[in-house]
Nanobody, 126 residues
Framework: QVQLVESGGGLVQAGGSLRLSCVAS????????LGWFRQAPGKEREFVAA????????SYADSVKGRFTISRDNAKNTASLQMNSLKPEDTAIYYC???????????????????WGQGTQVTVSS
């Protein structure tokens, strides 16, 4: 079992920044890959970024590449998503998720993730 708790969401103006955090408990943190997803009202949940167990490999959706940075601190059981140059279209609930399987590449499909946090709301005003 893995428990994930996100924080750091809020209201920010376009062009601003936010840093989301995901604190994990349960299974050994360094034993699973982590992903961030988001879901806007009326839309499907979409992949944002993922990071491997070691922290050395990352993957990003094209829509956030160059603006968002995913990281993790295995000693603190924490993952982060630094979001810069935010746009109104980034408005969504952001979720942290754990992928317990060992894969050759980082998963971008939400159904491949086993555990989810409750989400944190990010609202970007224009």
């Amino acid at each position: 079992q893995v428990q994930l708790v996100e924080s750091g969401g809020g209201l920010v103006q376009a062009g601003g920044s936010l840093r989301l955090s995901c604190v994990a408990s349960g299974r050994t943190f360094s034993s699973y890959n982590l992903g961030w997803f988001r879901q806007a009202p009326g839309k499907e949940r979409e992949f944002v970024a993922a990071i491997a167990r070691s922290g050395r490999i990352t993957s990003y959706a094209d829509s956030v590449k160059g603006r968002f940075t995913i990281s993790r601190d295995n000693a603190k059981n924490t993952a982060s998503l630094q979001m810069n140059s935010l746009k109104p279209e980034d408005t969504a609930i952001y979720y942290c998720a754990a992928d317990m399987d060992i894969r050759a590449i980082l998963a971008r499909v939400s159904s491949l993730y086993d555990y989810w946090g409750q989400g944190t709301q990010v609202t970007v005003s224009s």
